[in-house]
């Protein structure tokens, strides 16, 4: 991965960091800033402006927040300081972003949203492929970081609670088998790894089989937030998840959204 140079970080500094979205709900995240006052949020940044404004909305959500500025620290403080999120920079000193993902997550599963300054798609999923389980691109705004983190661990505990309170029985469509108690996912007799998102996105659209969901309601049910600006999103995660599960199980109506494909009866 080249890096985009830093012309082209500093590009998106200050003001435009700030521009916000008006699809995000008002203060959903705001709201929820009492369930972060124990969760711990590691933000690996090495740009000192950036690194300190995120620190600073995370702490003003609730969060205990400790930074890294390059690869190396950032394993390290995640095998001391043990997370419940990173929010990781792609383009980092030492190694990067890439490689810290991999290596946390050798560690300890820990949900990772990835930034990268470069709307590059490929990046995105080799991002998704190392086990992030979403991205932003910058310019961002503060609050809809603020609010993907909430949702990133929120995703987290409804897995753990469904581990815990199983529904009965395993949807089976075709070759394709999900264990919404154990949240695995099977094709052809084989265990798929997904990530949280993955697998949320996974069930959404299997819950109406054939069904075709807008890109809207895929980011309303999996990202509990609403945002056309979002849609990307949604498009790279149906790609890493095609790649997994086969690309003829996922059928894209253009201009609209995705439908799962199942058997004929």
Not at 157 to 171: D, K, Q
Not at 192 to 216: G, I, Q
Not at 240 to 256: C, F, S
Request: hydrophobic share 40%; proline share 5%; aromatic share 4%.
């Amino acid at each position: 991965m080249t890096n985009p140079g830093a012309p082209g970080k500093g590009q998106r500094r200050g003001g435009q960091m700030e521009q916000t979205h008006n699809g995000l709900g008002g203060t959903a995240a705001a709201a929820n800033g009492a369930n972060g006052a124990q969760r711990r949020v590691l933000v690996v940044e090495d740009d000192p402006t950036i690194v300190d404004a995120i620190a600073a909305r995370l702490r003003a959500e609730g969060f205990q927040v400790r930074t890294a500025g390059d690869g190396p620290a950032a394993v390290d403080t995640a095998e001391a300081w043990q997370p419940d999120l990173l929010v990781l920079d792609v383009m980092l000193p030492g190694f990067d972003g890439l490689e810290v993902c991999r290596r946390v997550q050798a560690q300890r599963p820990v949900p990772v949203l990835m930034l990268t300054a470069r709307d590059d798609e490929t990046d995105m999923l080799v991002g998704l492929g190392v086990g992030a389980d979403d991205y932003m691109t910058k310019p961002f705004s503060m609050r809809e970081l603020a609010a993907r983190v909430h949702v990133l661990l929120r995703r987290v505990e409804r897995a753990a609670l469904a581990a815990h309170t199983p529904r009965t029985g395993i949807l089976r469509l075709g070759e394709l088998e999900i264990d919404h108690a154990q949240r695995r996912v099977r094709v052809r007799g084989s265990d798929v790894h997904l990530t949280p998102t993955e697998f949320d996105l996974l069930v959404c659209l299997a819950n109406t089989p054939r069904a075709v969901l807008s890109r809207e309601q895929l980011l309303a049910e999996v990202w509990d937030w609403a945002d056309a600006s979002g849609t990307r999103t949604v498009d790279s995660h149906i790609k890493a998840l095609r790649r997994k599960i086969g690309a003829e199980r996922i059928r894209t109506v253009h201009g609209v959204g995705y439908a799962l494909e199942t058997p004929a009866a």
